[in-house]
């Protein structure tokens, strides 16, 4: 079946240091690759996605680079932001015409000034 | 922007309470997802949607039943509420992914139900 594994948090950081979330996954098919990220008192929305193997998702400052060869999907951000404090999920889609997601567990950041 | 919207942030219910939740969106989307979220577990898919007056069954269905009368409307309805209920409930809709391939799922901003 289909599985994702994040690393557990919290991730505390200080304002510009560099963020890596670690993310790996296991499905049969050809699976597209999601982070999405929750805002304190708000729902899920979708951070970057990949779609194929190679791929980089990116969005406002956030890198994810979709590697086949070592099931991975990793977020990463080059400086973080206080206001980038949020739990983030990463998913699949097990193939294209598929409904359904797997979420992994989410990792909380905080980000301190 | 695609909007969800979830009938009540807040609601507390009691042990054997028949409860509904209702979720609404405006984008006219064919799939429609019921998770809860609870620390540690991270989402879990309940139920889902993708078409009126069709479900399917996710990874937690127990304890649980959805309706979908209109194709905006996905209700999710606890028959007999138990204290091992209480978590947040999110909503959340998305396109046909047969076609519009890998669109994502919009979420709502949540439902934090506690049963006493």
């Known amino acids: 079946g289909n599985s994702v594994t994040q690393m557990e948090g919290p991730v505390t950081l200080s304002e510009e240091a560099f963020l890596t979330i670690n993310c790996t996954y296991t499905?049969?098919?050809?699976?597209?690759l999601f982070w999405y990220v929750q805002y304190p008192g708000e729902g899920l929305q979708l951070l970057l996605k990949?779609?194929?193997?190679?791929d980089k998702g990116s969005n406002k400052g956030f890198e994810a680079t979709y590697r086949k060869e070592t099931t991975s999907f990793h977020l990463e951000k080059g400086s973080v932001q206080v206001s980038d404090s949020a739990v983030y999920f990463c998913?699949?889609?097990?193939?294209?015409?598929?409904?359904?997601?797997?979420f992994g567990k989410g990792t909380m950041l905080l980000v301190s000034p | 922007d695609v909007k969800v919207t979830q009938s009540s942030r807040y609601l507390v219910k009691r042990t054997g309470e028949k409860v509904f939740l209702e979720c609404v969106q405006d984008?006219?989307?064919?799939?429609m997802f019921w998770y809860r979220q609870d620390p540690g577990l991270g989402l879990r898919l309940i139920y889902f949607?993708?078409?009126?007056?069709?479900?399917e069954k996710g990874d937690i269905p127990e304890g649980y039943s959805v309706s979908r009368e209109k194709k905006e409307r996905f209700s999710l309805i606890l028959e007999s509420a138990s204290t091992n209920q209480t978590s947040m409930y999110l909503c959340?809709?998305?396109?046909?992914?047969?076609?519009?391939?890998?669109?994502?799922?919009?979420f709502g901003d949540g439902t934090r139900l506690s049963i006493l």
């Open positions: 990949a779609t194929k193997a190679d």
């Open positions: 998913a699949l889609r097990n193939s294209p015409g598929y409904s359904t997601l797997t």
């Open positions: 959340a809709s998305s396109p046909s992914q047969v076609t519009h391939s890998n669109q994502p799922q919009h």
């Open positions: 949607s993708y078409d009126v007056k069709m479900k």
């Open positions: 499905a049969t098919g050809y699976p597209s």
């Open positions: 984008m006219d989307h064919e799939n």
